[in-house]
């Protein structure tokens, strides 16, 4: 049963829109993430949050930010997406044992 | 570079067989060790983990071998069924951190 939940689950825009996409966890952790799943299935983590409180950030463009509202809320906004940007972004919660609990993923195509 | 690998892309295996898959990690804090499974258009779901603390774990089917010294772990799948035809993820990472690694995937298919 799904209780990591993303929309939208696929956007398709042009280059330099501005795109956003929600994430809400129903499970109770404390600590949700953003991963990249890249052309090649690769997935590597973008941010992480802990109570709201940004814990990983790696090396992204600065035109990716994550926002909190509260534990149970990550969303990640992309400013001006370039091709490049293209990929699926899962969210994903943890009870902080080290398993993740993955969304549906929010496929972007960027023309 | 890439802190877990998995250097076989894809494995094929008959029905019945045991499949093996390998994940090699470079990072000596990491001492949390993990198998995921992903069907196509499906997110990755937990298999089985393991931390430092041991070097083996057993759930059913699967078993979990860690070699800490050798940076490697692995996945063995006994009695394969074309079910498993997936493709499996290694992580790692370390318990106290809030990163959790992938390797690129191997694609188990299981022939029937």
């Known amino acids: 049963e799904t209780a990591v939940f993303q929309t939208p689950n696929y956007h398709v825009t042009q280059v330099g829109n501005e795109v956003s996409f929600n994430c809400k966890q129903t499970l109770g952790h404390d600590t949700m993430y953003w991963y990249k799943q890249d052309s090649k299935k690769l997935l590597k983590i973008m941010f992480s949050?802990?109570?709201?409180?940004?814990?990983v950030n790696e090396t992204v463009p600065r035109r990716f930010s994550p926002q909190s509202s509260d534990k149970a809320h990550l969303n990640l906004r992309i400013k001006s997406v370039e091709p490049e940007d293209s990929a699926v972004y899962l969210c994903?919660?943890?009870?902080?044992?080290?398993?993740?609990?993955f969304g549906e993923g929010s496929k972007l195509t960027v023309l | 570079g890439q802190q877990v690998k998995q250097s076989s892309p894809s494995l094929t295996v008959q029905e019945g067989g045991i499949s093996i898959l390998n994940c090699d990690y470079e990072n000596d804090m990491f001492d949390y060790f993990a198998w995921y499974k992903k069907y196509p258009d499906n997110s990755p779901t937990l298999l089985i983990s393991v931390r430092s603390n041991v070097d083996k774990r057993e759930d059913g089917r699967l078993t979990v071998f860690l070699n800490k010294s050798g940076k490697h772990f692995s996945l063995h799948i006994t009695a394969s069924q074309p079910e498993d035809t997936a493709v499996y993820l290694c992580a790692a990472g370390a318990w106290a951190g809030a990163k959790l690694t992938f390797g690129g995937g191997t694609r188990l298919t299981v022939r029937p």
């Open positions: 949050y802990n109570n709201k409180q940004l814990i």
């Open positions: 994903a919660s943890s009870p902080n044992t080290g398993q993740l609990y």
